[in-house]
């Protein structure tokens, strides 16, 4: 193998590690995840929240909460996490797999959680990304 050959593969070779790290620190500073819509609803038609409120009778039933969020890089995840008085009553993960992508998860609601309720919206290290406020009433 000559000088120049030698020469070439170091610089090829540094070149390449140059683009992999470079592309490393990319994804790892990569456009963070966001929530451009959130809502609470009694249903979720075509990927759409219906009957979109902040209070809701306990007949209801169950309860939507559905998130539209942009920004990802590639698959990732967010997590519903729903709060019943300030206890942690469900923990829902949820799969994000487009920069614009739509989800939802549900509740169930007991005659005897009535009250003050939160839904807590977690990026995928378990960032705050947004909190919904809600309450369900006896009638």
């Given at each position: 193998?000559t000088?120049?050959q030698?020469f ?7 070149v390449?590690l140059?683009f992999?790290?470079s ?11 966001s929530?451009a819509d ?5 249903d ?10 902040d ?14 969020i942009i920004?990802?890089q590639?698959p990732?995840t ?5 709060y019943?008085e ?5 923990r829902?993960?949820?799969a ?9 998860s549900?509740?169930r609601?007991l005659?005897?959680q009535?009250g003050e ?9 378990g ?12 009638q």
């Amino acid at each position: 193998m000559t000088r120049f050959q030698t020469f070439l593969i170091v610089i090829v070779s540094a070149v390449a590690l140059g683009f992999g790290f470079s592309n490393t620190a990319f994804s790892q500073g990569q456009a963070t995840v966001s929530v451009a819509d959130a809502s609470l609803c009694i249903d979720v038609v075509d990927l759409s929240c219906v009957g979109e409120n902040d209070q809701f009778p306990v007949q209801a039933g169950k309860i939507y909460c559905f998130s539209r969020i942009i920004g990802a890089q590639g698959p990732t995840t967010i997590t519903h996490v729903w709060y019943y008085e300030d206890h942690e009553v469900a923990r829902v993960d949820l799969a994000v797999k487009s920069p614009n992508w739509r989800t939802y998860s549900s509740k169930r609601l007991l005659p005897s959680q009535i009250g003050e309720w939160h839904v807590d919206i977690l990026g995928s290290e378990g960032e705050l990304l947004r909190e919904i406020v809600f309450n369900v009433t006896p009638q």
